[in-house]
């Protein structure tokens, strides 16, 4: 196999495994020693086996590799007579220190332990996102600044200050205790659903859907089922959403790059097999008590993957999203119930739903009323296409509507 290759495909799945496995070693307050370990193992990698190729076992030389890059931090630093020591030399951690475990099980740990300490409500959601992409995804400064459509400079003091929080407040690399697990997960949940609604509803200008980002939210959360003591029907209520939402990722944009719109999807493209673990998750997510705003969300998904289109699912969905609304009021929320009501009481009824919500500034209000007006009165909806042209932000967006408005004219 090809070093190249076969690098960037470990860096995908050992890098996050060795940082979390130093973190939890070594604490919260060492994350930046643990990234420059981590980064310096895969460059030695990718100079070394370009010029003496590939050793027998990878995997197994990039932990050999960061064990040894970990004694040498600390005897460069000189603080092993300091700070960690006097930290780590009354704990069974002092004489295990640079035996490091890279076990399934302790890696597994290891990230799951990690993203309740990176997920801290310490700090805004923007700042957990942005860690949790750097540390457990393994993703570059640049990625990251085009995710949040920002720049470097921006994404490094970000991240700086996030650390910084995390290394003053001392926050532990431990799961929760029980009683504070439900609280804690409120947290981490939030993080993982803005990090798959980010790549689902990209903000790029460029790119309407970031697969890559929805991907490593739902491996996130994956980590939570996994795991007993996290595995909440909370969890599995946001992982049945995100495996529906997932299935239609191919016949949601075309070979252009465009959006697809729902109803003119190729429902051939959807994958049955996400929409069978969608619903696996969702019959998972009703054994408890609580109802939230991701076991309606995954409902009103769930009906959309059933590739039925008569008044009755429209009724199902419009319901949930009235229940939806009363849980956690939404201006696009509101927006999209209005799609909802038009299906099941018509346009006329939705158009005048749709004008309270007065979101003049939102282009997808304007691209609602022109699709909504469209076939009543063409005039009204040119007008409200041309308002959504005008807004809209993205490339990608901009085709969709002028689409719409070629159509109309």
Known sequence: MNEKPLIQQLFKSEYRKIISVLCKLFGAHHIEMAEDITNDTFLLASETWDVKGLPENPTAWLYTVAKNKTKDYFKRQQIFTGK????????????????????????????????????????????QIALALRILCGFGIDEIADAFLTNKETINKRLFRAKEKLRIENIEIELPLKSEIHSRLEAVLSTLYLLFNEGYHSSSKHTPLRKELCLEAMRLNYFLIENEETNKPLVNALMALMCFHASRFEARINALGQVILYDDQDRALWDEDLIAQGNYF???????????????????????????????????ILQL?????????????ALNRTYALSKVFGKDKAIQEALKLELNENHYYHCLLGNLYTDLNNEKATGYYEMALILAKSDYDKITIENHLKKLR
């Open 321 to 333: 999203y009235n229940q939806l609304l009363q849980i956690e009021y939404s201006p696009i929320t």
């Open 84 to 127: 960690v020591v006097s930290e780590l030399k009354h704990s069974q951690q002092y004489s295990d220190a640079f035996e490091m475990d890279f076990s399934a099980d302790n890696s597994k740990d290891s990230q799951l332990r990690m993203i309740f300490a990176l997920c801290n409500p310490l700090n805004p959601p923007e700042s």
């Open 282 to 316: 969702l019959i998972e997510s009703a054994k408890g008590a609580e109802i939230s705003k991701y076991h309606l969300e995954a409902s009103i998904a769930y009906w959309h993957c059933t590739g039925i289109s008569n008044s009755d699912k429209w009724e199902h």
